[in-house]
């Protein structure tokens, strides 16, 4: 059945996830990996999530002021751990990704030396983030070989539960935000492909009142239905009369939510079906 092969791949991109978001929070935290915001954090469809822009790292963080922007241990989101959950309340999947986290961080602490040997090697390369021997030492800190496994255990558990509260991480995407929106051409925007034209307030009018009144079945390009939108605004009398489909208004929601990231948008549906009641337009 479709449905049962949707929900399987669903499941596994959930476990795709869980896993490779451990591998990342691991590794970032010991390799020191900085100017972590949600450009340079990628997500696959399969659901195996990965790192790009290795440009900042060992703690060599980018600056805002006389403040790191980096502050948390690593990016781990509430957005990640709602997925984990699937949900907003803790579920043992957590669990099961914090043991996978504490796992993958006491083998590699097993290696310490080898790691410690092997990034010695590059210290001659010319890599301005590792130079010295105060940049090999800042792994050999993280890794906390002096520590017995259980203790590392406590002390990777602590580190997730203070990247996952960690408002410094919210700030640091917000003001990525800022700074791709100031520099960014209006080309640069994202727009709409049923509205690919720029509309302002100042010419338009602000939306005073917007509602769904009815539905229609449509035959072009594909059978389907459009929804009738009642738009009323501010300095026009006549309220104006706009049919959109579900796939334009999903990618209406999209783009909102690549806009403001981290603004609590409503949920929105998965599938055709609508099930609320349409009010009716006077």
Do not use: W
Not at 105 to 126: A, E, P, Q
Not at 253 to 269: D, G, Q, T, V
């Amino acid at each position: 059945m479709p449905s049962m092969r949707r929900f399987t791949c669903a499941l596994q991109a959930v476990e795709n996830f869980i896993y490779s978001c451990a591998g990342c929070c691991v590794a970032t935290y010991i390799l020191g990996i900085c100017d972590r915001h949600n450009d340079n954090i990628m997500l696959k469809s399969s659901g195996h999530m990965f790192h790009i822009d290795f440009g900042k790292f060992l703690g060599h963080a980018q600056m805002f002021g006389n403040i790191k922007r980096d502050r948390a241990p690593f990016v781990f989101t509430s957005d990640m751990a709602y997925v984990i959950n699937g949900g907003d309340k803790p579920s043992s999947r957590f669990h099961d990704f914090v043991d996978l986290c504490c796992e993958a961080y006491n083998l590699i602490r097993k290696h310490t030396h080898l790691f410690l040997n092997l990034l010695g090697l590059m210290l001659s390369c010319g890599i301005p983030e590792l130079s010295d021997q105060d940049d090999l030492k800042y792994v050999y800190d993280a890794l906390r070989p002096h520590e017995s496994e259980a203790e590392a255990t406590m002390y990777f558990t602590r580190l997730i539960e203070s990247s996952l509260t960690s408002v410094a991480t919210k700030l640091n995407f917000f003001i990525h935000n800022l700074a791709q929106m100031k520099f960014a051409s209006s080309d640069d925007r994202p727009s709409l492909t049923f509205a690919p034209r720029l509309h302002h307030v100042r010419n338009l009018g602000a939306i005073r009142d917007l509602r769904v009144c009815r539905r229609l079945r449509t035959a072009h390009p594909g059978k389907g239905y459009a929804f009738v939108v009642k738009v009323e605004r501010d300095g026009q009398k006549e309220a104006l009369f706009v049919q959109r489909t579900f796939e334009e208004f999903n990618e209406l929601h999209s783009k909102l939510r690549l806009l403001f990231p981290a603004s609590k948008l409503p949920k929105y549906a998965q599938t055709h079906r609508v099930s609320c009641r349409l009010s009716l337009c006077d």
